[in-house]
C-alpha cells in the first residue's frame, strides 16, 4: 500500500533498471527468485486534477493571484482584531470568488475526464487463457497479446508477433504522430510470424528484452527469445518490428502483437508536454498592477497611521473628555497599538483592491468563451463541427499573438494529392476528363480514357506506373460497385498504398489515362494498357535519399530487354540526361513550380546485355558489403543513373484547405510571423510552403540542412547572417531541418534566433515531437517573451500544442488528440484568421478596459474614505455605511462593466478581417501598458478628489441645506459623496461604450436607477434586524435638497467634461489607426439601418458590394442588433434575406 502510494506522488517510479523483460502472454518463469517488474497501466490521462487532489491544487493556482491572497490575509486579520468593518466583507466575496473558479475549472477539466475516458473505454481484443477476449484499452497491460484489425488504431505500443501474411509483414500510417501519410512497412520475426492463430500464439514461448521508455519516435532497441522445441532463437528487434500506439493499421486484414509499452509510458504519451496552467498576459498585467496597489494602500494605512499618533501627541486629542480610555487601554504595550491601528487602517482601505475583479473576470472570460461556439463564420458545414473552447481563461490572448507555429499535414493541406499537369517530348499537357489534352486544345469526347496516345505519351505513362514502391489491396468491399468501374482493369476491390502520396496520385491519374497498375509484388509489376496486360520483372529498386533526391527501378520488359526508369527532382535528373527535350522541360517545370505544383521529372536508360551484368554485379557487391555500404552505394547509384533519356515531367497539387494562402497573408498583415513546423521531407515541406504563400516566390529562401558537426553548423549560422545582413532583398525565409536543429539548439542557440529573427518565415522540416515543443519554447523566453500560437491537428502536435501560450487543435480526420490537448478546437485553418483578428481583437479590447476601468473605480472608492481621515483625527470613522461598503462593487457598478466586457466592439468585425493591420494597434498589450494604467489611476483620484472636496465646499462651512434650517451630519455627507461617484463612475464606462445595445442601455441607466431605488427604501424603512440604522431617512434628506442636486450635477460635469474634451481633440488631431476606421466605417454606412455583429464572409446581396457594412445572414448573431426607426421598415426583407 505504501509502495502504491509513494508510485502514486512519483516518489517511486514503477520499474528501475535500465532495460524491461516482457514476457509475452505474462508467462513467467516458475523459479522462486524470479521479482516481477512494475509496469504502467493502459490509460491515458489528459487532465489536470483527481478526486483526490482537485481540493488543495486547485486552491494553492488559486491563492497565486495576489488578490486571492490578499484578501485572505485581510479577513484573517478581521478575525484577529476589532477592525471597522465586519469580517463578513472580505470573508463572502473571497468564498464566493474561489467557489465559482473553482467550478469553472472543476468543469472544463471533468469534459478532459470524459474524453480521456472514451479513449481509455475503448474495445480491444486480448488473447487470455486461450480465447480471444473483449476488453477495454485502460484494462491491457505488459505482456498482453493484442489483436488488432485494419483501419483500427494501435491501443498501446506492440511489437509485432503475427499478421494474416505469410511473411508477417503489416502497413501502418503515422499522420497522427508524426504527420506523414506515407505507408509503412513493419514486420515480424520469422519464429512469432507463423503464430497466426490464437492456439498457436497461446503455446509460444518468447520473451522480449528492451530499453525502458524514451520520447524518440524512431528509435527501438530490444531482442525477443524464442524457445522451439528447448533451443532459444534471438532475434534483434527494431524500429521496423514496433507499432507506435496512435499508429493505423493499413492493407492488412488483422495483426497480433505484444504490448511492451502501456499508457502514459507509449511513445506518443512521452511525446506529450505535461499540462501547466497557462495564464495570460493580462492576468500578468493584472498581478503587476494589484502589487503597486498594495504599495498605495501600504502607503496610506502607514500615513494614517504616523499621522494619528502625531495628532495625538496633544494631550486633548489623545484623551478627550467625551472619550476617555479604558484602565487597559492606558497600560497596553504602544507597539501592539501601533500594529492594531496600521491592521485597522488596512482593512479600512482594502477595497482599494476589488476581489470583485476576479469574480467580473472570470465570468466575462466564461460567457464570453462561448460566442466562438456560436460563431456561425467558425462553423464547418461539411464535417458538421463547430469550433470549441476547452478553455477560457485564454481568451484575451487570442488579440496578443505574435508568432503561430503550424504543422502542415492536415493543417495547412486537406491531406489529398492531385495530379494537374505533364509535360511530354517538351509538350504541356492538361487532364481533362481522364484524358490526356495538349494545352490549348479542348476535349469534347466523352469522359474516360480512350486508346489514341501516341508512342511518346504511352512510354512516358508507362513510366510513371511503374517508377513507384506503390503497393495494391485487393480487400472486398461491402455493397454493389459501380457497374462500369471494372473497366481497365480496375474493380472496387483495388487501392493503392503509397510510400509517399505523389506516388499515389502519378499511379491513380495513369489508371484514368489508360495505364493502369493491377500486380506488384516482390518480383513482378503488371499493369494493362486499355485493356492489354503487360508484365515486367522486378530488377532492382534503386531507393530515394535525401541527397540524390530521385528514385529508380530497374525492369526487365516483356520482350527481355532491361531498361531503368529515374523519377526525382529536375535538379536531380536533367544533369544527368543527354537526349529528349531538355531546355522545353526545364521551361515547363518552371512554369509548374511558379504555379506552387510539386514537381517530378521522369527519364529512363536501356542497357545492353553487358551493362546490365556489370550493373547487377556492382550493386550485388554494395548491397552485401559489411562496410561503408551507404557509401558504396551512393556510388553505385550514380554510376547507373547517368546517361539517360529525358521523358517529360509531372506536376502534381497537394491540395491546401480551402483559404489559406488569404489566412497567412492576412496574419502576416496583422504583423504575425509563421512558422510551419513538419515531420515531413524537406522538398515537401518547401513545395506546400511555395504553393500555400508562407514562402513568396521573390522570397531569399536561406537553407540549414544536413548540417553533421557543431563547428559545420555555427560556420553555416555565421554565414547565413552575413548573406541576410549583405543582401539587399526585403524578406528572406529560412528551411531548417531536425537534425540541424538539434545542433543549432545545443550551444548557437543565440544565433541561431538572430537568423531567426531577421527572416519573415520559417520552416523546419524533418522534427520531431519534442522538438517542436523545443523551437516554441526558444521563442518562448526569448528576451522580447512574444506570445505564442502553436495549430495543429495529430499526436505529434500536442507538445507544441501544450508549450505555447495559446494552443489550437484542427478537428481533422487523424484522431483527436491535439484537439483534446488544445485551448480551442476549430474545423480548418481559415478559422484562425478570424478566430484571432475578430475574436482575439474583441476578447483583448474587452477585458483591458474592465481591469482598468475596475482600478479607477476603486481608486475613486477609496480615496474619499483616505481624505475623510483627515477630518476625524485618524478615528477610523467609515466615510460610507457597511451595506454601501459592501454593495458598491457587487451591485451598484458591476452589471454595466460586465455587460460592456462582453458586447463591446470598437470596430465592425468586417473590417477587422480587411483590414488585419488594425491588430497591430493593440499588440504587445499596448491597451495595457502602465502608461494607460498610469493615466486611469491618476484620473481615479481626480475624480475621487473633486467628489470628497466638491461636497466639502457644499457642507463644510454650512451645513444647513434644508429650507426648515435642519442640519446634515456625516453621514448625509459621505452618502452625497457616494451619489457623486456612483453617477460618475458608470457615465463614465457610457462615455468608453462605443457599440450600444438595449442591454447596455439597461444595466448603464437601470443601475443608477437600482441605487436610488435601494437607498430610498434601505433608509426609509425602519429595518428590525439592523442593529444599527445610521443611514435612516438620510437618502431621502438629501434628495430633498436643491442644493444637493445642484453639487451633484456640478460634480459630475466637472469630472466627465475635461475627459469628453480630451477625446474629441485626440480624436481628431492625433487618431490612431482603429479610430479612423471607425471614422471611415461611419461614413461607408448605409445610414443606421442596420447595426449588428456579423461577419460578411458568405454575403450575397448585391447591397454588399455598397459598403463595408454591408449585410449578410445572421451568421455570427452573438451580440443583439439595433435596428433604427428607419430599418424597422426593411426588417422584413432583411429577415427574408436572412433565411436563405
Not at 606 to 632: G, K, P
Not at 753 to 782: E, G, H, I
Not at 1015 to 1026: E, H, Q, R, T
Request: with cysteine; net charge neutral.
Amino acid at each position: 500500500m505504501i509502495r502504491w502510494i509513494r508510485q502514486q506522488l512519483g516518489f517511486d517510479p514503477p520499474h528501475q533498471s535500465d532495460t524491461r523483460t516482457v514476457y509475452i502472454a505474462n508467462k513467467f518463469p516458475h523459479h522462486g527468485h524470479y521479482i516481477p517488474q512494475r509496469f504502467a497501466d493502459n490509460r491515458i490521462i489528459s487532465s489536470k486534477y483527481t478526486v483526490w487532489n482537485f481540493v488543495p491544487k486547485n486552491l494553492f493556482e488559486q491563492f497565486r493571484r495576489i488578490a486571492n491572497f490578499y484578501f485572505l490575509i485581510i479577513f484573517l486579520v478581521q478575525l484577529m482584531i476589532d477592525t471597522p468593518t465586519s469580517p463578513i466583507t472580505s470573508g463572502l466575496p473571497l468564498f464566493f470568488v474561489i467557489t465559482v473558479t473553482a467550478i469553472k475549472q472543476g468543469y472544463e477539466d471533468w469534459l478532459r475526464h470524459k474524453a480521456d475516458n472514451e479513449v481509455n473505454g475503448a474495445p480491444v481484443f486480448v488473447v487470455r487463457s486461450g480465447s480471444l477476449v473483449q476488453t477495454r484499452s485502460k484494462n491491457i497491460r505488459v505482456g498482453d497479446i493484442v489483436r488488432v484489425a485494419k483501419d483500427e488504431t494501435f491501443p498501446a505500443d506492440l511489437v509485432l508477433l503475427s499478421s494474416d501474411r505469410a511473411e508477417g509483414t503489416c502497413h501502418i500510417t503515422t499522420t497522427s504522430l508524426d504527420g506523414e501519410t506515407n505507408l509503412k512497412t513493419h514486420f515480424a520475426v520469422p519464429e512469432t510470424a507463423v503464430s497466426q492463430t490464437v492456439s498457436r500464439l497461446e503455446s509460444l514461448q518468447a520473451v522480449v528484452e528492451c530499453q525502458q521508455p524514451e520520447a524518440d519516435l524512431y528509435r527501438f532497441v530490444g531482442r525477443i527469445t524464442v524457445t522451439q522445441q528447448e533451443e532459444e532463437i534471438v532475434r534483434p528487434l527494431g524500429p521496423e518490428n514496433l507499432l507506435l500506439r496512435g499508429a493505423r493499421l493499413k492493407n492488412t486484414k488483422e495483426i497480433f502483437g505484444v504490448a511492451v509499452y502501456t499508457g502514459m509510458e507509449a511513445k506518443m504519451a512521452l511525446n506529450y508536454k505535461c499540462k501547466s496552467q497557462k495564464r495570460s498576459a493580462v492576468e500578468k498585467s493584472m498581478n503587476t498592477f494589484l502589487i503597486i496597489y498594495l504599495g498605495i494602500l501600504l502607503f496610506e494605512a502607514i500615513l494614517s497611521t504616523i499621522l494619528k499618533y502625531a495628532w495625538q501627541a496633544e494631550t486633548k486629542w489623545n484623551e478627550p473628555f467625551y472619550n476617555q480610555k479604558t484602565e487597559k487601554e492606558r497600560n497596553s504595550s504602544q507597539i501592539l497599538t501601533f500594529i492594531s491601528d496600521f491592521l485597522a487602517f488596512l482593512v479600512l482601505y482594502n477595497f482599494i483592491i476589488p476581489i470583485s475583479l476576479y469574480v467580473t473576470v472570470e465570468l466575462q472570460k466564461f460567457l464570453g468563451s462561448f460566442f466562438i461556439g456560436w460563431d456561425l463564420d467558425l462553423y464547418h458545414e461539411e464535417s458538421d463541427q463547430k469550433a470549441q473552447v476547452n478553455t477560457s481563461d485564454l481568451n484575451e490572448e487570442l488579440g496578443q499573438v505574435e508568432y503561430v507555429f503550424t504543422d502542415k499535414t492536415g493543417t495547412l493541406t486537406e491531406n489529398e494529392m492531385q495530379f494537374r499537369e505533364c509535360s511530354i517530348n517538351g509538350i504541356k499537357y492538361q487532364e481533362i476528363n481522364g484524358k490526356l489534352v495538349p494545352e490549348g486544345m479542348t476535349e469534347d469526347t466523352p469522359d474516360g480514357p480512350v486508346s489514341c496516345l501516341n508512342r511518346e505519351e504511352e512510354w512516358f505513362l508507362k513510366a510513371v506506373s511503374l517508377c513507384h514502391t506503390v503497393q495494391i489491396s485487393y480487400d472486398q468491399t461491402d455493397g454493389l460497385g459501380d457497374p462500369f468501374s471494372h473497366a481497365n482493369g480496375f474493380t472496387p476491390q483495388m487501392e493503392y498504398y503509397a510510400s509517399s502520396p505523389d506516388e499515389k496520385a502519378l499511379v491513380e491519374a495513369t489508371k484514368r489515362m489508360g495505364v493502369t497498375l493491377t500486380r506488384s509484388s516482390g518480383e513482378t509489376m503488371e499493369i494493362k494498357t486499355f485493356g492489354k496486360t503487360e508484365k515486367y520483372k522486378l530488377l532492382h529498386v534503386l531507393e530515394f535519399d535525401a541527397n540524390r533526391r530521385r528514385m529508380s527501378v530497374i525492369l526487365q520488359k516483356p520482350s527481355g530487354e532491361k531498361v531503368m526508369f529515374t523519377k526525382g527532382a529536375e535538379s536531380a535528373i536533367l544533369p544527368y540526361t543527354t537526349s529528349g527535350e531538355i531546355e522545353k522541360t526545364r521551361v515547363h517545370v518552371d512554369e509548374f513550380a511558379m504555379k506552387g505544383l510539386r514537381t517530378l521529372v521522369v527519364a529512363c536508360r536501356n542497357f545492353s546485355v553487358d551493362e546490365y551484368q556489370e550493373v547487377d554485379r556492382r550493386l550485388h557487391e554494395a548491397r552485401t558489403a559489411l562496410q561503408q555500404r551507404e557509401e558504396r552505394l551512393a556510388e553505385v547509384f550514380n554510376f547507373i543513373e547517368k546517361d539517360l533519356e529525358l521523358l517529360g515531367a509531372t506536376g502534381v497539387e497537394d491540395k491546401l484547405q480551402d483559404k489559406v494562402q488569404e489566412t497567412i497573408e492576412a496574419l502576416r498583415l496583422a504583423g504575425i510571423k509563421v512558422w510551419v513546423l513538419t515531420g515531413d521531407k524537406h522538398e515537401t515541406a518547401v513545395s506546400v510552403s511555395l504553393s500555400c504563400g508562407h514562402f513568396h516566390r521573390t522570397m531569399n529562401i536561406l537553407e540549414l540542412v544536413q548540417q553533421k558537426s557543431d563547428s559545420e553548423c555555427a560556420e553555416q549560422l555565421r554565414r547565413l547572417a552575413r548573406r541576410i545582413k549583405e543582401d539587399h532583398v526585403i524578406q528572406h525565409g529560412l528551411v531548417v531541418d531536425g537534425a540541424s536543429l538539434s545542433l543549432a539548439l545545443r550551444e548557437h542557440e543565440k544565433l541561431f534566433m538572430d537568423v531567426c529573427k531577421n527572416c519573415s518565415a520559417v520552416l523546419c522540416c524533418r522534427m520531431a515531437p519534442l522538438q517542436k515543443a523545443k523551437v516554441v519554447r526558444l521563442l518562448k523566453t526569448s528576451p522580447e517573451k512574444p506570445i505564442t500560437l502553436a495549430i495543429g491537428d495529430g499526436a505529434n502536435d500536442v507538445s507544441m500544442i501544450q508549450e505555447a501560450h495559446v494552443g489550437i487543435g484542427i478537428m481533422g480526420k487523424e484522431g483527436r488528440q491535439a484537439v483534446r490537448n488544445s485551448d480551442y478546437a476549430i474545423a480548418r485553418f481559415r478559422f484562425l484568421s478570424k478566430l484571432l483578428l475578430v475574436h482575439g481583437h474583441f476578447y483583448y479590447i474587452r477585458i483591458t478596459t474592465l481591469v482598468q476601468y475596475f482600478f479607477y473605480k476603486n481608486v475613486c472608492f477609496i480615496t474619499p474614505q483616505f481624505l475623510y481621515q483627515f477630518f476625524c483625527l485618524f478615528s477610523q470613522q467609515t466615510l460610507y455605511d457597511s451595506v454601501y461598503l459592501t454593495l458598491y462593487n457587487i451591485s451598484f457598478t458591476s452589471l454595466p462593466i460586465l455587460v460592456y466586457s462582453l458586447f463591446e466592439q470598437l470596430v465592425h468585425p468586417h473590417v477587422l478581417q480587411s483590414k488585419p493591420a488594425l491588430y497591430r494597434d493593440i499588440s504587445k498589450n499596448s491597451l495595457l501598458s502602465f502608461k494607460t494604467f498610469l493615466y486611469w489611476t491618476l484620473l481615479g483620484f481626480c475624480h475621487a478628489f473633486v467628489f470628497f472636496f466638491g461636497s466639502y465646499i457644499l457642507m463644510g462651512e454650512d451645513t444647513t441645506l434644508m429650507g426648515n434650517g435642519q442640519m446634515f451630519g456625516n453621514w448625509t455627507f459621505g452618502t452625497l459623496v457616494f451619489t457623486v461617484m456612483v453617477i460618475t463612475v458608470t457615465l463614465k464606462l457610457a462615455l468608453e461604450t462605443r457599440f450600444w445595445t438595449w442591454m447596455n442601455h439597461f444595466v448603464t441607466w437601470g443601475s443608477i436607477a437600482f441605487y436610488f431605488i435601494f437607498s430610498l427604501f434601505y433608509g426609509g424603512i425602519i429595518w428590525p434586524f439592523l442593529h444599527t440604522q445610521d443611514m435612516y431617512f438620510v437618502f431621502v434628506q438629501l434628495l430633498s435638497s436643491g442644493s444637493a442636486w445642484f453639487a451633484i450635477i456640478i460634480m459630475i460635469i466637472t469630472c466627465l467634461f475635461p475627459d469628453v474634451i480630451k477625446k474629441v481633440l485626440f480624436r481628431h488631431l492625433n487618431p490612431t489607426n482603429t479610430q479612423k476606421s471607425q471614422m471611415y466605417t461611419n461614413r461607408e454606412a448605409i445610414g443606421d439601418d442596420f447595426i449588428a455583429l456579423q461577419p460578411l464572409s458568405r454575403a450575397k446581396n448585391p447591397l454588399g458590394k455598397i459598403s463595408l457594412l454591408r449585410p449578410t445572414r445572421a451568421s455570427d448573431v452573438w451580440t443583439p442588433c439595433a435596428v433604427s426607426q428607419r430599418g424597422k421598415t426593411h426588417a422584413p426583407d432583411w429577415a427574408g434575406w436572412w433565411s436563405e
